[in-house]
Structure formats: structure tokens, C-alpha cells
């Protein structure tokens, strides 16, 4: 993939924004699809069939313009007057904090790895990593200042810390093989560069560590019956949408091995899941 930052003129949000090829293989081919809302839009990859938005907000850009210090919350009420972008950023961080659901993938994680040290991609304040995560050294990496600042005091009662970065860059902050587990639960159709993060967890996990993944499911009954009235469509918060062969396909192109069994992608459920492993 290739992105570059555009000017925003005429978009429907202030910030700075990045206009993308495939995030999958790159292509720059595409068709577009009836989807969208205020301007931002889907598309279709000609050459990989990955649907995705081609142009999304920078939030990376936004997040790392502010330093992430204890005197965040006193310039909180300013920030909010002067980067609408910012704070949208960490509200869409909380929603995907309150998604709880039924299933909580460190139960994936027990049922490979009995005990090491696990990282949470885009895990808003650890909130619920920490309530979950009893036995393990939990780290995780998000890029809202905020949060990450909650969810590092939480992680450091459980042996880990938290990093605030894009997830591609801050996993470089961690020595090759360091984790054992990786959680991207909401995560991955947030992220304007899946293939780059995918690429820098394979170096971060360990041979045979595993990576649980939850999606919204393209390609399930409910978006077909709904059409653009599904709710996994979420402009411009959700910007990559995956069906089981192009997350499948993704996956195995950074050299994960795919396990996603008939109950991870049932056409009845919103959400799929898989469990990627390095292989070792
Ligand atoms: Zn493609």
C-alpha cells in the first residue's frame, strides 16, 4: 500500500487525511461500491478483492501532534475546542472500549498460550485487557494519548506498560519475539495500514505466537440484507472491511498461518474471528 497526505479541502472533517491504494496488495485498481457517507467512500480492489475506504482521516497524524504527558487532562478542554479530530479519535476509542460481547478473545489466548506476555492493539484505556488478562504480562499500544496513559497505569499492575503510537510503529518498540499473544479485537478495520502492522507483529511475536482477531464480516447475511444500512458500516471510523478470504489472504501474505473454524464466520454473526500464528 501507498499513502499520502492530501489536502482535505471540500471533506466533510477537519485534520489532515490520507488517500490510499489496496492495504492489502497494494493495487491501485479499484471499482467503486454503493457505500459511504459525507463524501467518504468504498471501493473494491480489482486485483485482491479487499474493499476498502480509499481516503481516511489521519488520525496517527492528529494523535502524535500532542505530547503524551501528565498535563494532558488540564489542556483536555482546550484540545477539544482546537482539534475536534483528536478528541472524535478518543470517543471512537471508548466505543470500541465498552464493545465487550459474549466472547472475549483472551479465552482464545488461553486455549494456546498458558501463560507469557500479551500485547492489546488499539486497547483504548486496558480497561478490558486488565479484566481479563489474570496470569498474563499485558502490554498494549493505542494512539490516543488519553487512554494510554489509563490503560499503561493498569498494564504496569500486571508486569507490562502500554505505548502510545501507531500500533506498525510502537510494536518496533519491542525486541524481536518479545510477546506471545497478540489481541486485535475491533482493531483491524480501524487501521489505515493493516498490512504494515500484521507485517511488524510477525517480528514482534515469537515463533508460534498467536494473534486473535475479531472483524466486522463483510460478507455476512445481515450486510447483504441490509445493504448500506448494515451496522459494520461506520464512515469514516471503520476503514477497511474484510470478508474470511481477504482477512485469510491478508494474513498469509505477512506468513501467518489461518485458523478460522465454521463458528468464527457464521453468515448469522456481524463479527467474524480468527486466530493467526506465526508459524516456528
Ligand atoms: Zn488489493
Request: hydrophobic share 40%.
Amino acid at each position: 500500500m501507498t499513502m499520502q497526505s492530501v489536502s482535505n479541502a471540500g471533506q466533510p472533517v477537519p485534520g489532515p487525511v490520507l488517500a490510499r491504494t489496496c492495504p492489502s496488495c497494494g493495487g491501485a485498481h479499484r471499482s467503486d461500491l454503493p457505500y459511504g457517507r459525507d463524501g467518504w467512500r468504498t471501493v473494491q480492489c480489482t486485483g485482491c478483492d479487499f474493499i476498502y475506504m480509499p481516503e481516511v482521516p489521519d488520525f496517527a497524524a492528529v494523535a502524535t501532534t500532542f505530547e503524551w504527558s501528565a498535563s494532558y487532562a488540564a489542556e483536555a478542554a482546550r484540545r477539544k475546542r482546537t482539534s475536534p479530530l483528536l478528541n472524535r479519535l478518543d470517543q471512537i476509542t471508548r466505543v470500541r472500549t465498552r464493545m465487550f460481547g459474549r466472547r472475549n478473545p483472551m479465552q482464545d489466548v488461553r486455549r494456546h498460550i498458558a501463560a507469557g506476555r500479551v500485547v492489546d492493539l488499539g486497547c483504548g484505556n486496558g480497561s478490558y485487557l486488565a479484566s481479563a488478562g489474570a496470569g498474563y504480562d499485558l502490554f498494549g499500544i493505542d494512539i490516543s494519548p488519553a487512554l494510554t496513559a489509563q490503560a499503561d497505569a493498569l498494564f504496569r499492575e500486571h508486569g507490562g506498560y502500554a505505548v502510545c503510537a501507531p500500533c506498525a510503529h510502537g510494536l518496533t518498540q519491542f525486541e524481536t519475539g518479545f510477546f506471545d499473544a497478540a489481541i486485535l479485537r475491533s482493531y483491524l478495520e480501524h487501521e489505515p495500514d493493516p498490512a504494515g502492522v500484521l507485517d511488524s507483529l510477525s517480528r514482534a511475536l515469537r515463533p508460534g505466537g498467536i494473534a486473535v482477531v475479531k472483524v466486522p464480516n463483510f460478507a455476512s447475511l445481515n450486510r447483504r440484507l441490509r445493504g448500506a444500512k448494515w451496522c459494520g458500516f461506520r464512515f469514516p471510523d471503520h476503514v477497511n472491511y474484510f470478508t474470511p478470504a481477504t482477512l485469510r489472504e491478508l494474513a498469509e501474505a505477512h506468513g501467518y498461518t489461518v485458523t478460522m473454524r465454521l463458528k468464527d464466520r457464521l453468515p448469522t454473526d456481524d463479527n467474524m474471528w480468527a486466530v493467526l500464528r506465526r508459524p516456528g
